[in-house]
């Protein structure tokens, strides 16, 4: 094995828990009898249904849309009835719930008659950037950030180099491995076709050390391609993180606060460069997605090609369930991941893993006073000072946890990882974060209402403005008409 020189400052190596499911192949889920797709995204934005209860609808169709390209919309999994709209627990931390469209499946697999091939290497950047767009592809890799338009910005700010993130470096998760090496073709593909729509030079499929099977597989695929790099780095977690994938990749810094762009460089997912060339060259829309279940609490971990909107309950079925000793489900890898409120909850874009991990897996021990060892210092990969940030956010001082770097923080829980006296460090700087947002919301209300307040008071007061002079002004015509008639009454008499 190639030796590397540390590529970032910090980072660790977590136990891997792959071997439960690397060598196993993608399998296609069969459809699920229902499926269910939710109206509003995860940041947010909301979608208008563009169907009705009672409404066929076809595998690819368009049955969402939003307002604007921030809303990225939704298409049918499956060919069936709109059974409901109604609210439904979200995939969201908390289980919100929210408006959904509840599909039933009539059992028809096949596509419709509009998504045939095409040749995408024909396509103008702005067809390839609009199409990718209407297939509903967000960032594959967990941040769920609409694809077409990353690529838009990357456009205009001339990126000219698209790196390809292989790096999944999550414990447990194998999907993209797995789909580097059975789609090697489609990603290399996909690759290529980003980086044309962008007009990059050159686009860098990155792929850590510890999956030789796909590295081999992407280079097969990628040898007639000079345009395409595969190239390899070392494991170390946060690899996957875009701006420390960069700096192995490249040796450049993306500066906090700043975007990789600003340097000419734009990092996607090796299932969003998949996506793409299915989007581009079969006119298909984004309706499934690999995903690995795994976890020692797992009757039989898989990596599955997943229906969107398929229930988390449908998918621990067909891994034969859970084990007496399955604890916790999470939605993502262990590190970075969010525990399932529902075994009802649906699959979105976004969930790329869904763990069902035990007592043991999940390490909920006593935690402890801090010990000052500087462990969690030594792990950050943005060079924060874990323990500072999380005495401040103990105590509510959110400015003081700021001050120490708490904007700058990934959530990586590489910290947490290594702390001995097993503090929960990530967590703290997660409710910190939501405290924050709360309360900058909250201010963006008042200010809002203020406003609103405010406008109110001046609109109410210019109105009683106008209405006192329009009484003036008929106060005055009245005198004067008053003062003609006495003046024509006085000529009449002859006065
Ligand atoms: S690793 Fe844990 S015990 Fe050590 S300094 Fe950090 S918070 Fe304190
Ligand atoms: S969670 Fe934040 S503070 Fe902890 S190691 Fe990751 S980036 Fe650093």
Request: aromatic share 4%; charged share 20%; with cysteine.
């Amino acid at each position: 094995m190639r030796a590397f020189a540390k590529p970032f400052r910090g980072g660790i190596h977590p136990v891997g828990y792959k071997e439960f499911s690397q060598d196993c192949a993608i399998e296609k889920l069969p459809a699920p009898k229902r499926v269910y797709l939710g109206l509003q995204q995860r940041n947010g934005t909301l979608l208008s249904a563009l169907v009705s209860v009672g409404d066929s609808v076809g595998k690819g169709q368009l049955v969402a849309k939003g307002a604007n390209d921030m809303a990225v919309p939704l298409h049918s999994p499956i060919n069936g009835t709109v059974e409901d709209i109604r609210d439904y627990v979200s995939a969201h931390p908390s289980g919100i719930k929210i408006k959904t469209l509840v599909i039933k499946n009539n059992g028809d697999s096949s596509w419709s008659q509009q998504h045939g091939s095409i040749h995408p290497l024909s396509l103008a950047s702005d067809e390839m950037l609009q199409r990718i767009l209407d297939a509903g592809i967000v960032g594959l890799g967990g941040a769920g950030f609409p694809t077409g338009i990353k690529l838009r910005l990357a456009r205009d700010k001339q990126v000219h180099t698209l790196i390809i993130n292989g790096g999944e470096c999550e414990p447990y998760l194998t999907c993209d491995d797995r789909l580097m090496q059975e789609y090697a073709v489609d990603v290399v593909l996909g690759s290529q076709l980003m980086a044309k729509a962008i007009g990059a030079r050159k686009a860098i499929i990155a792929v850590e050390d510890n999956k030789p099977a796909s590295i081999q597989a992407l280079k097969i695929a990628a040898a007639e391609l000079h345009d395409i790099e595969i190239q390899v780095v070392p494991s170390l977690y946060p690899m996957g993180s875009e701006r420390h994938l960069i700096k192995a990749v490249t040796g450049k810094t993306v500066a906090p606060g700043t975007l990789s762009v600003e340097l000419g460089i734009l990092v996607h997912n090796v299932a969003t460069a998949r996506a793409v060339y299915h989007a581009l060259r079969f006119n298909r829309p984004l309706i499934d997605r690999v995903l690995t279940v795994s976890g020692a609490g797992i009757e039989q971990p898989k990596n599955l090609l997943v229906p969107i909107g398929t229930s988390v309950a449908d998918l621990l079925s067909a891994c034969g369930g859970l084990t007496m000793s399955a604890q916790r489900l999470v939605a993502g890898g262990p590190m970075m991941g969010q525990v399932i409120p529902s075994p009802y909850t649906p699959i979105d874009k976004s969930i790329g893993g869904l763990l069902a991990l035990t007592d043991q897996e999940v390490r909920d021990e006593q935690s402890h006073d801090c010990v000052r060892c500087g462990r969690c210092v030594a792990a950050c990969p943005m060079g924060l000072m874990p323990f500072q940030m999380a005495a401040h956010s103990r105590v509510s001082d959110y400015d003081g946890a700021q001050d120490y770097g708490l904007n700058h923080c990934l959530l990586c829980g590489a910290c947490s990882y290594v702390c001995p006296s097993r503090i929960p460090l990530v967590q703290h700087f997660s409710h910190a974060r939501g405290e924050i947002n709360a309360q900058r919301s909250m201010a963006q209300k008042s200010a809002l209402a203020r406003l609103l307040t405010n406008a109110r008071a001046e609109r109410l007061a210019k109105e009683a403005a106008q209405r006192k002079a329009e009484k003036a002004a008929k106060a005055a015509e009245r005198k004067k008409k008053a003062a003609q008639r006495k003046a024509q009454q006085a000529s009449e008499s002859g006065e």
